[in-house]
């Protein structure tokens, strides 16, 4: 689910331990209380000049804590999928190139369902037949490539608020079938915006204490991880979880409730388009 | 009416296909289990613990690697791009495996005895037909028992599609004929008050769905009860819930409420399969 903490030169025994006995202590490793969220911030890169490089926009993620993904969404013609064929297409990629020193195989399996859980999170609240130019013949293709510059825990939230940062608003340009119709320009909109947060779950003491955004240390020792996904009914678009002790319903509504009361401020900020100044 | 109610194979919602297991039957591992749902058939097999080098080393490490026996063929033409898309759209649902059958063994496998050791995991998906996730973990579970690694408890994984309820019934139909301007309102209010239906392990076409009422598919991993009672299950090992697709534009949400009704419709199909790994138990005559 998420990968390795960056320990440096400590040994990851070692920085386990320390990890826990400050949660023991009711601390966490970057200060923060335990239901807080990282308030991410998006920079959106302006590239009105280079349209030829069929970039469409390019968003870059970060938090306080390090945390950076950037995401970049091209868009091509193409032929529609053959299931439906009133729908674009819409495929995510996503890279780690600045993680040398971890296992090949457990990075790209960690990267593959990355990519699945975004690119079915997002269809799943974007109308895919915005992307349709005629039906069963032409469509808009796009690609959405996120790169994990740094990660630091929560990659399911990072790389979801990325791509849905991106593909908020996105201008679909005017452009020229081969056949020469001309294709007007289009918005694309979101019908809902998930928003998504990692919840961490340690037994100590006999007592349950929730961990909300988990970095990568404490997901490493956490007992048990939740993914919750949710629009702005606070409705349920997805939702995973995974521990070393099951658990009952409370549990599973409380964690619910408690994304749900962050959602409108990473709603805002998701959403929120700030620009460098050029 | 009750014929409106079966599924296209015959079922009830709240029936599961049939099941079958068979254990110990590849002898180069050292625990292997093939198990099918109706049409999905999975083989798991087990080795391992066995020494390794790892970077965690206070506990055992674990590998699974997940394949197809039929994968998607190469295609030429026009066709290609959209053929290689659905290629790796199938990988990255053998990693979507991989990921829950990883966090199945972490939270079942007692881990912590056996330091510098790797459990290795090999799952062969020989057909899909719908509810993948919980066929794999229950086959799993199987090989797990096989191979004899000490296990915290038993688990037993059950799939749900959940759909919102028909809007075809007898008993609203005379109020909308009757009342034709307060019909949307009526129509709207019914909708959201009425609970969610379930269907209990559902097949790849009603996975898929039919792009309106189709809601959400969920797979379940619960535990055993402690107390070994027979109506009761221990909670939520490992879950995973994704809503569909072209559903949520039609008005098809999924709340709190309606997650309570799966996991409680889910600890209820698991007494079944609990029932049929203890029947699986018994030895031939």
């Known amino acids: 689910m998420s990968l390795p903490p960056a320990t440096g030169a400590v040994e990851l025994s070692s920085f386990k331990q320390h990890v826990i006995r400050l949660l023991t202590q009711s601390k966490r490793l970057d200060g923060r209380p335990f239901d807080s969220i990282r308030v991410p911030h998006i920079l959106h890169e302006n590239r009105q000049d280079t349209k030829i490089n069929r970039v469409l926009a390019s968003t870059l993620y970060t938090d306080d804590t390090g945390t950076c993904v950037n995401c970049i969404v091209t868009g091509v013609f193409g032929p529609p999928p053959p299931q439906h064929p009133e729908e674009g297409r819409l495929t995510v990629e996503v890279t780690a190139p600045f993680f040398p020193g971890y296992s090949a195989f457990q990075i790209e399996g960690t990267l593959h369902e990355l990519a699945r859980f975004v690119r079915s999170t997002i269809i799943s609240c974007l109308d895919l037949t915005e992307l349709c130019v005629i039906s069963g013949e032409a469509c808009w293709v796009l690609r959405v490539e996120l790169i994990l510059m740094n990660a630091d825990g929560g990659l399911r939230a990072a790389t979801l608020h990325a791509a849905v940062a991106a593909l908020h608003n996105l201008t679909l340009p005017k452009a020229r079938l081969p056949s020469g119709d001309v294709v007007e320009s289009r918005c694309l909109c979101f019908h809902r915006i998930p928003v998504a947060a990692t919840i961490g779950l340690c037994g100590t003491a006999g007592s349950m204490q929730f961990l909300l955004d988990t970095n990568a240390a404490e997901e490493s020792v956490a007992d048990v991880l939740l993914t919750v996904v949710i629009d702005e009914t606070d409705g349920i678009v997805s939702f995973l979880h995974h521990g070393r002790f099951p658990l009952l319903l409370p549990h599973l509504t409380d964690a619910i409730d408690m994304v749900a009361s962050h959602g409108a401020a990473l709603r805002s900020a998701i959403l929120k388009s700030s620009s460098p100044p050029q | ?285």
């Open chain 2, 1 to 285: 009416m009750s014929r409106a109610s079966l599924r296209r194979d015959g079922r009830g919602h709240r029936e599961m296909r049939g099941k079958e297991l068979r254990t110990s039957e590849l002898t180069q591992f050292d625990g292997s289990a093939w198990y099918s749902q109706g049409l999905t058939t999975v083989v798991a097999a087990v080795n391992g613990p066995v020494a390794a080098r790892q970077e965690d080393y206070r506990k055992c490490g674990v590998q699974v690697y997940v394949n197809r026996a039929v994968r998607i063929p190469r295609a030429g033409g026009t066709d290609r791009l959209c053929v290689e898309e659905q290629r790796v759209e199938q990988r990255r649902m053998d990693a979507e495996v991989e990921m829950f059958l990883t966090a199945s063994i972490q939270a079942v496998v007692r881990l912590d005895q056996f330091p510098r050791c790797v459990l290795e995991v090999h799952v062969t998906i020989l057909a899909d037909d719908g509810a993948l996730l919980s066929v794999a973990t229950n086959a799993l579970m199987c090989a797990l028992l096989d191979a004899g690694v000490p296990c915290r408890t038993t688990v037993a994984a059950v799939s749900i599609v959940a759909l919102t309820p028909e809007d075809g019934s007898p008993v609203t139909a005379p109020t909308t004929t009757t009342t034709t301007t307060a019909a949307p309102e009526a129509s709207s209010l019914l909708s959201s008050s009425l609970p969610l239906a379930l269907l209990l392990d559902p097949t790849r076409v009603e996975e898929g769905g039919d792009g309106v009422r189709t809601c959400a598919t969920a797979t379940f991993v619960l535990s055993n009860s402690a107390d070994g009672s027979n109506n009761s299950s221990g909670g939520v090992l490992v879950s995973q819930l994704q809503t569909c697709p072209r559903s949520s534009m039609h008005g098809g949400r999924m709340s709190s409420k309606d997650l309570v009704g799966m996991v409680a419709l889910a600890e209820r199909a698991a007494v079944s399969i609990f029932s049929f790994f203890r029947k699986c138990n018994v030895p031939l005559e």
